[in-house]
């Protein structure tokens, strides 16, 4: 495993006194001063792991100009959480333990977590197609019908972009690719190499060009109409291959509907 290098390390040793964290049996960072692709704007992001700690944690604080970010959870709940992901047939926020380091391991457990991970990680995501995804269908083409009324508000920009990212994370859930955080995927995208680095891993892969080309056509702002016309050549691509009309179904739930009455 690479080595934290000597500055992120004095950022933790300063953290730990400031914060004055104790009784921890392991430390890992991760993020983007891992992956060495932080900016001025960049947060430091660790993890601290207990024994039998009763609490999930999540903090902030800046040390000497840095912010750091951290969450502290049991070794017995990352472990549980780990295996939710699995069963949810979604690994994409185990991205973390794909590309992190140790700041500290008191027993090995950590290390044996983090291979514990990294194998759950790189898990193929099975395509899958539920009622509650068709009722997630039905739901962005009636507010891309919403659309079409609100061509001369200000608010068609809000709506906009709300869809355009449904259509992005249901396109991907229905077809087994990795769930990426919206303020990355532009970039993901559009540079192979930071998408490369950023996945990390031979099994998760992006979507097709052809996808990622019509998505970038969504991101320019332009003419409401022009912006109207390419979210629904977005919409017909991402579902095309799906045999639902969203203006003919009937849906059962049993418990859980992902409806309000």
Known sequence: MKLINENIKQYIDKFIKQEQINNYIGIIVYGSYVRNMNNNLS????????????????????VDGI??????????TIYQKIKEEIQNNDPSHLTKFATCLIYYDKEGKVKELIDFAKEAYDTKIEHTLSDNDRFGIFGINNRIEDLESLINNNSFYAVYFIVLEKIRNLYAKINGIIDLPVMKIERIYNDKEYAKNYINSNIHNIPDSEFITLYNNCLNIKNKAEMLSDLKILYNYSFKNINFSPNSFILRFKQNAPFKV
């Open 43 to 62: 947060d430091l992001d660790l993890m601290i792991i207990k024994d039998n700690y009763k609490t999930q944690d999540c903090g902030s604080c800046v």
């Open 67 to 76: 912010r750091v970010e951290y969450f502290v959870e049991s070794l017995k």
